[in-house]
Nanobody, 124 residues
Framework: VQLQASGGGLVQVGGSLRLSCTAS????????VGWFRQAPGKEREFVAG????????YYADSVKGRFTISRVNAKNTVYLQMNSLKPEDTAVYYC??????????????????WGQGTLVTVSS
């Protein structure tokens, strides 16, 4: 499966962006999909994930209440709605898929497929 992340850009503090992760090659409706981010000089960190079941999103504490992950399986797409953005949210954002749809994994090493990343820059 190939993943394509999009939707990044430049936004001011307090603004919003919606990232999309679209899969091709095969459906990933049964997979767990996660969003990760990596800021310059820092390790890749987990942001949010969603299992195969629509009602199972989970988040990093740093984004809880500001970010929302959702999926539309008919479109083979997972979204990350990011609100109340802060300068510390600046990073390259990656989507990834884990073939275990119930894993609720947070570690990047668990994920099997990765997209190419999209840059989010929050200016103060």
């Amino acid at each position: 499966v190939q993943l394509q992340a999009s939707g990044g850009g430049l936004v001011q503090v307090g603004g919003s962006l919606r990232l999309s992760c679209t899969a091709s090659g095969r459906t990933f409706s049964s997979y767990t999909v996660g969003w990760f981010r990596q800021a310059p000089g820092k390790e890749r960190e987990f942001v949010a994930g969603i299992g195969w079941s629509y009602g199972s999103p989970y988040y990093a504490d740093s984004v809880k209440g500001r970010f929302t992950i959702s999926r539309v399986n008919a479109k083979n797409t997972v979204y990350l709605q990011m609100n109340s953005l802060k300068p510390e949210d600046t990073a390259v954002y990656y989507c990834a898929a884990d073939v275990d749809g119930g894993s609720r994994a947070r570690g990047p090493q668990v994920y099997d497929y990765w997209g190419q990343g999209t840059l989010v820059t929050v200016s103060s």
